[in-house]
């Protein structure tokens, strides 16, 4: 168990649909990461949250969106949802998200089905 | 932009032998990160080992170590005395400025047989 929580383990949805994917870092991490693995594109680094602000952004979808909340938890909201969009989609923390020794963990994923 | 290459998509190994995948990257970058991730069938993320580039010393966990040669880009991962356990999907992963994400590659899927 890496500490890091995602909910839900699955979701199934329509095309056009809106969907909310929540994450919860470890206990102390301050960064929050969002990746997108599919088998299409493999694993591919969505935005990066840093204490609450945006620090960097990937491959990013302009229907999805992102953020941190002050409690360190983080949303990743994927709107007008396409077939292409199912995918398995992971939240990774760590301490600081800078330069130095700075692990990232993963959770679990959040398995998106859309039909 | 960095790319990370795993040139093998498949590899099998026997019980208790060693198995070695490889992983090559292309960067411009001196100061980086480089990560083995392992994941099995229950599709989590498992860090394996990381690797500073500062650092000449070969990284080594218990029966996992890697092979890592900067001037050539390469970063091998060496597996001894394979278990069934071992099964599953390696990434290698590069970590570079600005926001310190992860570039991975595209995976090779390890066959561990009795």
């Known amino acids: 168990d890496s500490g890091v929580t995602q909910t839900p383990k699955h979701l199934i949805t329509a095309t056009g649909q809106r969907v909310t994917l929540r994450c919860s870092p470890r206990?102390?991490?301050?960064?929050v990461y969002w990746y997108q693995q599919s088998l299409d594109q493999g694993l591919q680094f969505l935005i990066q949250?840093?204490?609450?602000?945006?620090?960097a952004k990937g491959n990013i979808l302009e229907r999805f969106s992102a953020q941190q909340f002050p409690d360190l938890h983080s949303e990743l909201n994927l709107s007008s949802l396409e077939l292409g969009d199912s995918a398995l989609y992971f939240c990774?923390?760590?301490?600081?998200?800078?330069?130095?020794?700075?692990?990232?963990?993963f959770g679990p994923g959040t398995r998106l089905t859309v039909l | 932009a960095q790319t990370v290459t795993q040139s093998q998509p498949e590899m099998s190994v026997q019980e208790a032998e060693t198995v070695t995948l490889s992983c090559t990257y292309d960067?411009?970058?001196?100061?980086?990160?480089l990560f083995w991730y392992k994941q099995p069938p229950s599709r989590q993320m498992i860090l394996v080992i990381r690797?500073?580039?500062?650092?000449?010393q070969n990284a080594t966990e218990n029966r996992f170590s890697v092979n890592f040669q900067k001037a050539a880009k390469s970063f091998s991962l060496k597996i001894s005395d394979s278990q069934l356990g071992d099964a599953a999907m390696y990434f290698c992963?590069?970590?570079?400025?600005?926001?310190?994400?992860?570039?991975f590659g595209k995976g090779t899927s390890l066959l561990v047989t009795p």
């Open positions: 206990s102390g991490d301050l960064s």
């Open positions: 960067t411009s970058e001196s100061d980086y990160y």
């Open positions: 990774a923390s760590s301490v600081a998200g800078g330069p130095n020794t700075d692990t990232q963990y």
């Open positions: 992963a590069y970590r570079s400025p600005p926001g310190y994400a992860l570039n």
């Open positions: 690797q500073e580039a500062y650092k000449q």
């Open positions: 949250y840093y204490n609450g602000e945006e620090r």
